[in-house]
């Protein structure tokens, strides 16, 4: 897989913030790829709390949930 590369402008504090990261231990390639991973699983996190609580509130979801367990002897197993 081919790997890109691109340049953006960022406002001062956001200056300040990758010299404080940079300044120890990571490089700025490191940095700003760490935060585009951090931003991706945090999207994904929310995208599946609201799948989540979508189907926790959807009553026909639950109907089959309770079928189901009323078919698999109705307990719990948590």
Request: hydrophobic residues 35%; proline residues 1%.
């Amino acid at each position: 897989m081919a790997t890109a590369s691109f340049s953006f402008r960022f406002d001062e504090g956001t200056q300040r913030e990758l010299e404080s990261l940079t300044a120890e231990t990571t490089s700025r390639n490191a940095a700003v790829v760490d935060a585009i991973h951090e931003t991706y699983r945090a999207h994904a996190y929310e995208r599946m709390r609201r799948e989540s609580e979508a189907l926790f509130n959807d009553p026909a979801d639950r109907a089959e949930v309770e079928a189901a367990r009323r078919s698999l002897g109705g307990g719990d197993a948590w």
